[in-house]
């Protein structure tokens, strides 16, 4: 997107934080007891950054990410965005859900979907028309404006739930498990798109999933984290290059090594859980 | 998407219990706070006490209405015409809804006729009904049946239409017969959507037994309310109403028992067919 | 070819029935002595003479229509307003659930002459009427709407700072509209029921009156013509609300449809 300024390159913000999540907590509270979800986590993503998170089931993934995007308060500690802490959704943050079927609203048409959110930033005619142009072009569906959602494949509609976050012009994309209910090749060239995307726009994404792969293939830096009560189990730096494609990155030794890496740490936080509490 | 639903869920039906009684509580309290009202509103003038009396006259009026044995003949008669026109509604609805439903024909050749037939306002049938049955129960029966069984006959449709095409030629292959097919794979599929209509077509008949015999003045509770009305026995009047209320109620709870009695056994209690 | 044998079966398979009634009526009552069923060939005939030459349908069926219409609309109003409060505040829900459930039980014909007290018996009382017993239908179908709506698009609405009116529009009621317009439906068959009601328990004009006035009078071919234009009166007024529930609704039904795998 134009917005997005040509010039900022990735390796010049590095250092500029933009998300800041701080000793984060979350318990939820139930009549007479309380569950314990989310412990400790502290991290930061750098302005610019493709990081992923990744966990066993159970782990408080979705509740961090709620947490993130302001619909969960955090019992503890604090999630700061772009220097203010969050308590409701940020105006520069758009989020992909891994259900589109309900995320994308089915009385309207494609167009008028991704449209919808800048009409509530007010922005004038034209400039809405362009970016959803723009956006749609840039997801592959710049022919199907004007059909419903329900009309499209679950994977096209997964890119039309994609579209309507990039022309919002987020300064940060919350992506949760966005490709957990697709199929296999859809996935592949999903997976793709989100890269290609985030060159293209240096859109700071966060990318929250349970495959072990998804996370290595895709992420500068992959976040494991334990199960509940989570806290960050490792930070792992993903030093595969730059241009990745799913034949040779996949095959490629330091792959392997990566992912190994992430599965060991992540056995490791289910061989503790079970220590704790047997199945 | 796992971690929440894993882990909140026993957090999540314990709040939901603990809600469950504040809500009862709170719907006391609604109930409490609506009876305030209509003892509060007459008795402050707010509005004439002659168009609605303090809820406590009302009461005053329904004792003494359980006193008197017209009241339980009305209150008999109004049921009685209820239960019958329902009965007569359901067994018509269910049998016609099965033929049309299974014979594709008959289902393409009575649609439109069907269509045409249903939205017709079964008041439309009151002055017939005056002429030909007078003030007899027949007259209350010809409204009830007429009103409650499109109710019936709609949902049976559906339900014979919702049968799974897979069970259906499974059943075929395995040689059952017409008959054994409508009994093991179309009957069971259909039974919601029969009880269903039976429930929406309880409450219609109870609204057009009642009319009937306000319009009509076939004997039950409506023609009681006529009565009390035109007799300026307002109080009385209310209290009648409130009889309807409750009957109304109770219509509505037993209907619901029975549905979820006898589908307790059924993968999905399901709701009202849209379209 | 064949959709031109499409077209001639289904408009045979829609027409075969009623004309085949119809004639059976017709024949069966030619040479009707029986003083309850005239021939129908009298009925048809007398109508234009009942109906248009008298000037009833712009003094009596109009009349009818509107306080219909008057009465529809404000239950509409009334039911979604106070539906959408209801269905959005779990705490209100729950105060308000008892009474709803005894009200709504509450048969709506028995409000006629409760409301014959306040109102008299003008305009004002069946234009009541018919509100009092259209709102339930819609109120209650609103608040089961507004309680259905999806977490997960309740929480992507906030997530793109959707609020406001813009909330309750592109939200609330179109997610809830399904529901809403089922309300209207069954609303409007009850309003229909409540406005000839209304007019046969007291009234000087109005189609219901008129029949009632031919019943009590024993002009029974005239109100013969009564019951069919009233009978037709019901089917038009179906027939126009299936047609703003294709139009409203088209994207549920698309959605039905692509649920169940694009079959039927």
Partial sequence: MTVMSETQTQSATRTEVLLDVRGMRKVYEGHGRSVEAVRDLTFAVARGDLVCVVGPSGAGKTTLLKCIAGLLAPTGGEVVLEGTAVDGPPPGMAVVFQEYGRSLFPWMTVRRNVELPLKQKKLPKARRSELVHQALEAVGLADVHTAYPWQLSGGMQQRVAIARAIAYEPHILLMDEPFAAVDAQTRADLEDLVRSLWHRLGVTTLFVTHDIDEAVYLGQRVLVLSSAPTVVLDDIAIDLPEERDQLTTRSSTRFAELRGQVFAQIQRAKQQRGAVEPA | MTSPSTLAAPTRRSRAGRLAGGNALLGVLGFATFLALLEAVPRAGLVSPDYLPPLSRVGGALADLAGEAAFWTALGDTVRGWFLGLAIAVALGVTVGFVIGTVPVLREFTAS??????????????????????????????????????????????????????????????????????????????????????????????????????????????????????????????????????????????????????????????????? | MSILRRVTRASLAALTLPAALLALWWILTADSESYYLPPLSDILAAVDDVWLRSGRLSADVLPSLLRLLGGFLLAVALGVTLGIAIGSSRRLRAFCEPVLEFLRAIPPPVLVPVLMLFAGIGDTMKVLVIVSGCVWPILLNTVEGVRAVDEVLVETARCYGLRGPSRLWHLVVRSASPQIVTGLRQGLSIGIILMVISEMFAASNGLGFSIIQFQRTFAVTEMWTGILLLGLLGFLLAMLMRLFERRALNWYFGLRQAQRGGSR
């Fill in chain 2, 113 to 275: 006729t069907i269509e045409f037939l249903r939205p017709i306002p079964s008041v439309a049938l009151i002055p017939l009904a005056v002429l030909v049955f007078g003030t007899e129960l027949r007259s209350v029966l010809l409204l009830v049946v007429y009103a409650s069984f499109w109710q019936v006959l709609v949902q049976v449709l559906y339900g014979v239409r919702d049968v799974d095409p897979v069970a259906s030629e499974t059943a075929r292959t395995f040689g059952l017969s017409r008959w054994a097919r409508v009994r093991h794979v179309t009957w069971p599929t259909a039974l919601p959507y029969v009880l269903t209509g039976v429930r929406l077509a309880a409450a219609v008949a109870l609204i057009l037994a009642i009319t009937a015999e306000l319009v009509i003045g076939a004997p039950g509770l409506g023609n009681e309310i006529g009565i009390a009305q035109s007799g300026g026995a307002v109080a009385r009047m209310y209290a009648l109403v409130v009889v309807t209320g409750l009957l109304g109620v109770a219509v509505n709870v037993l209907a619901r028992r029975l549905e979820r009695w006898l589908l307790s056994w059924h993968p999905s209690l399901r709701r009202e067919v849209v379209s």
